[in-house]
């Protein structure tokens, strides 16, 4: 049996496509929402590089597809724990993917068999072999200001 590199991470890649940061709000409705989910990342090999966190509100692009997150953002790394703070959120099932671009080359570095080489996680309580997380195993219920914590590994 031929095992395509892409099976292992493909799902991951887009995560690198944002390396500024951008906002954009969860649509809350008429009313502006004060709930907010802080994201605090630990398990970062290194300093320097790329670090960041995407929102996603639906199953649809988790974990990697940055252009369908609600809120995504990032910035360089200059700390041991890093923590990104997603503002303005309605009430509601949430989940978050992290990653860590060390050499700031603007992907996600992978080897030959397409398993990520710098450090990447999610808010799902499992880590999956030859897939990615799904959004349904990374679910947060945010009903008021939350705070989560995210262990990146390669």
């Known amino acids: 049996m031929r095992v395509r590199p892409t099976l292992f991470i493909a799902p991951l890649i ?6 500024t940061s951008v906002d954009r709000p969860v649509q809350t409705g008429s009313q ?20 960041g966190a995407s929102l996603y509100s639906t199953a649809d692009g988790f974990p990697g ?14 700390a041991p724990v890093d923590s990104f703070v997603f503002r303005g959120l309605a009430p509601g099932p949430y989940a978050v993917s992290v990653y860590h671009d060390i050499n700031g080359n603007g992907k996600l570095d992978t080897n030959l068999f397409g398993v990520p080489k710098e450090p990447w996680g999610t808010s799902a309580k499992v880590r ?22 995210i262990r990146m590994e390669r």
Do not use: C, W, Y
């Open 14 to 19: 887009p995560m690198l496509v944002a390396v």
């Open 32 to 51: 502006p929402s004060d709930v907010t989910l802080t994201v605090v990342v630990t398990g970062a090999s290194s300093e320097g590089g790329t670090i």
């Open 65 to 78: 597809q940055v252009a369908k997150a609600a809120q995504i953002t990032a910035r360089p790394r200059t």
């Open 128 to 149: 999956p072999r030859l897939r990615a997380p799904r959004f349904e195993e990374g679910t947060l219920n945010v009903t008021a200001s939350t705070r989560v914590e």
